[in-house]
T-cell receptor, first 110, second 116 residues
C-alpha cells in the first residue's frame, strides 16, 4: 500500500516563530488532507489539498503531486497551535480510506 | 449542521463484554468510515461504507462488525472486547464525487475506549 512519511517527528518552537512540516508519499494520490489533532484529541480539518497551494490565515499548504510531497507552513506560531499535525492521503484508483502518516508533534512555548 | 457526531465519548469495558459505538452524520454524505487510533500513531481504517446497505473491510477489521441501514448512521459493534481494542475510535464521512473537494473526509470527535 501507499506509504506516508512525515518530518520532523517532533518540533519545539518559541511563540512567534515560523515552521514548515513535510509529508512525502510513495504513490499518486487523489486526496491529501492536513489535520491538526489538538490536546483534547479532536481532529481539525486544516486543508484538503491534493495539488496546488492554499492559504488560511497564518497557515498555508502546498502539494506538488508530481514530486509526491506536501508542505504545511505555520507562520507566527501561537501556543494554541500545539498538538499533532497529520498528513493523510488516498491513493489514486485504489482503496477508499485515507492513509495517515505518523504525525509531527508540535510544541509552541510562550 | 452538527457534522459527524459520536456517542459515547468515553467507555470502559471488561474483557468479553460487547458494545456498539454510534456514529451519525447530517451532511447527506454517501461514504462513511470507522478508524482507530492507538497511542502515538496515525489512524487506521476498520470498516467503511459507500452507501446504505453496503459495507466493506478496511485495514484492521478483526473483532468488529458494522451495518449501514440508513445514509445517516454507521454503528460499529464490538462483540467480545479484548485489551487490544483499547483505542480511540473515530468516525468520518465524505461525499465522493467528481466535484473538487468532494472527497474531503470530515471526522467526529472520537470515542475513547478502554478494555480491562
Amino acid at each position: 500500500g501507499i506509504q506516508v512519511e512525515q518530518s520532523p517527528p517532533d518540533l519545539i518552537l518559541q511563540e512567534g516563530a515560523n515552521s514548515t512540516l513535510r509529508c512525502n508519499f510513495s504513490d499518486s494520490v487523489n486526496n491529501l488532507q492536513w489535520f491538526h489533532q489538538n490536546p483534547w484529541g479532536q481532529l481539525i480539518n486544516l486543508f484538503y489539498i491534493p495539488s496546488g497551494t492554499k492559504q488560511n490565515g497564518r497557515l498555508s499548504a502546498t502539494t506538488v503531486a508530481t514530486e509526491r510531497y506536501s508542505l504545511l507552513y505555520i507562520s507566527s506560531s501561537q501556543t494554541t497551535d500545539s498538538g499533532v499535525y497529520f498528513c493523510a492521503v488516498r491513493a489514486s484508483g485504489s482503496a477508499r480510506q485515507l492513509t495517515f502518516g505518523s504525525g509531527t508533534q508540535l510544541t509552541v512555548l510562550p | 449542521n452538527a457534522g459527524v457526531t459520536q456517542t459515547p465519548k468515553f467507555r470502559i469495558l471488561k474483557i468479553g463484554q460487547s458494545m456498539t459505538l454510534q456514529c451519525t452524520q447530517d451532511m447527506n454524505h454517501n461514504y462513511m468510515y470507522w478508524y482507530r487510533q492507538d497511542p502515538g500513531m496515525g489512524l487506521k481504517l476498520i470498516y467503511y461504507s459507500v452507501g446504505a446497505g453496503i459495507t466493506d473491510k478496511g485495514e484492521v477489521p478483526n473483532g468488529y462488525n458494522v451495518s449501514r441501514s440508513t445514509t445517516e448512521d454507521f454503528p460499529l459493534r464490538l462483540e467480545l472486547a479484548a485489551p487490544s481494542q483499547t483505542s480511540v475510535y473515530f468516525c468520518a464521512s465524505s461525499q465522493q464525487g467528481p466535484l473538487a473537494g468532494a472527497n474531503e473526509q470530515f471526522f467526529g470527535p472520537g470515542t475513547r475506549l478502554t478494555v480491562l
